[in-house]
């Protein structure tokens, strides 16, 4: 009956990431996603039994009651941070597991004649080493990501040395089952989860965010082989491959190497993260109100809209969509352009507008839409400035060169909503802002596209 159960979850999870590979079967993604996890927990209380089942009850009860209320009360703003908070969990679940099946080998059949097997070592070294490098590197993301800690330049040949000494530690491990060895083994894996994170851009951190979901999935395989519990190596596994696969098409959508993105290795020390400043001189901007905005959009024949981590801090997706349900009123053409790294984690504006009900069919993708800049009237800009900033593709000391960005630039005029005229994440000027062509509207982002709502109104 377990197996049988197992296998229909697992089912159920294949159809959940099929789902949500499209906004349109996102919906019933998530309602398969669901069910089998319900399908997942009875299984798991049919194969160990139910003699603990209050415990179990209220541990599940606690937990989910602080999931439920961190996610009602969590902003669209802080969304990653969430994520990057439950990464971390999964990971420190591995390390605790792992220590537990070391202290405890009989509760979980891993106990040979000569003490725990050489199999199970392995899969408890490997556990606890992947889930500690989760645990670290979530907690640093998170902090990278609220805006806590910034970045920091760590040598690329400082975490190879601890990457050897961890591997070393590993192997030793295995061989002999020492407990201080399989301490030492998690307190390494404690410390270079950090450092390779540390290093990271602010422009690279959605793929760093999903490399992190693809790191707790590996770490949640590895408990399933030392729980020998089939379907949390199977979810494990479509977690841990899934999270890799976003993570190498957000690198190849930057135009860059995972390795480049993990280990900044590409780069000269002191001009990783540079901030890139414009000469006080050259900052000549013109700004605009929300009257000569909506002048410029009510006499266009096209109009593309490019949201970015600002209409995720003002909670203007709403605002937004308002403003492009009165322009196709007036027969003008809205569209809206995506960067794969777009806000802070994979898909963040694509779940901002999607909140706001906007048609999936309207949202285009980088490759997609960037020719049709030059055809484009006006470009309406809420708070994304890396992806489109210029210095990207002319600036090789910038931290950004090489990641292809939305030409936002060669349409007729370039609208900027921004709180002031600061740099963005990644600590760079964009040189769009002081452009014959732009225009910047500046003020809270929702506050300003309702000002040009009730103007085109």
């Not at 296998?7 to 019933?28: D, M, N, Q, R, T």
């Not at 889930?131 to 640093?140: D, E, K, N, P």
């Not at 995720?312 to 403003?323: D, G, N, R």
């Amino acid at each position: 009956m377990t197996d049988v159960i197992y296998l229909l979850a697992a089912v159920c999870f294949i159809f959940a990431l099929k789902g949500l590979s499209s906004p349109s079967g996102a919906y019933y993604g998530n309602w398969c996603g669901i069910i089998g996890m319900l399908l997942a927990v009875l299984g798991s209380y049919i194969s160990v039994g139910t003699s603990d089942i209050l415990f179990s009850l209220i541990a599940i009860s606690i937990g989910g009651g602080i999931g439920v209320i961190l996610a009602k009360n969590v902003s669209m703003a802080s969304l990653p941070q969430m994520v990057a908070g439950f990464h971390s969990l999964v990971g420190l679940a591995a390390v605790l597991v792992a220590f537990s099946a070391y202290w405890a080998p009989e509760l979980f059949g891993i106990f040979g004649i000569n003490g725990i097997r050489k199999s199970s070592l392995l899969e408890i070294g490997i556990g606890s080493a992947i889930g500690a490098i989760t645990f670290s590197g979530s907690l640093v993301a998170f902090l990278k990501l609220e805006g806590i800690y910034r970045q920091t330049n760590i040598p690329i040949c400082a975490n190879g040395i601890l990457g050897a000494a961890i591997l070393g530690l590993g192997v030793c491990f295995v061989e002999s089952g020492n407990a201080t060895t399989l301490v030492l083994l998690a307190l390494g894996s404690f410390i270079i989860g950090g450092t390779l994170i540390a290093p990271v851009g602010g422009a690279d951190m959605p793929v760093v965010v999903s490399m992190l979901n693809s790191y707790s999935g590996w770490a949640a395989s590895g408990i399933g082989f030392t729980m020998q519990n089939d379907l949390l190596i199977i979810t494990g596994a479509l977690v841990g491959a899934s999270g890799a696969i976003l993570s190498y098409i957000m690198c190849r959508g930057m135009n860059r190497s995972l390795l480049q993105v993990m280990f900044a290795y590409d780069q000269q020390p002191e001009v990783q993260g540079k901030n890139i400043l414009i000469p006080a001189e050259s900052k000549n901007y013109h700004s605009g109100s929300a009257e000569d905005v909506a002048f410029i959009l009510k006499n266009s024949r096209s109009v593309i809209i490019v949201p970015g981590y600002g209409m995720a801090t003002s909670h203007a997706q709403y605002a937004v969509k308002e403003m492009s349900d009165v322009l196709l009123k007036n027969n003008i053409s809205v569209k809206y352009a995506i960067h794969p790294v777009a806000g802070r984690m994979p898909g963040h504006m694509n779940v901002l507008l999607a909140e706001a009900n906007v048609s999936h069919e309207d949202v285009f993708e980088l490759d997609e839409i960037n020719k049709d800049f030059v055809s484009c009237d006006a470009v309406y800009v809420v708070g994304a400035n890396d992806i489109t900033n210029t210095a990207a593709r002319n600036d090789p000391t910038c931290s950004i060169y090489g990641m292809p960005i939305l030409d936002v630039g060669r349409s007729k005029i370039v609208i900027f909503l921004k709180r002031s005229m600061g740099s963005g994440y990644a600590g760079i000027d964009n040189q769009l802002f002081y452009a014959q062509n732009t225009i910047m509207l500046l003020g809270d982002a929702k506050k300003t596209t309702e000002d040009v709502v009730k103007a085109l109104s």
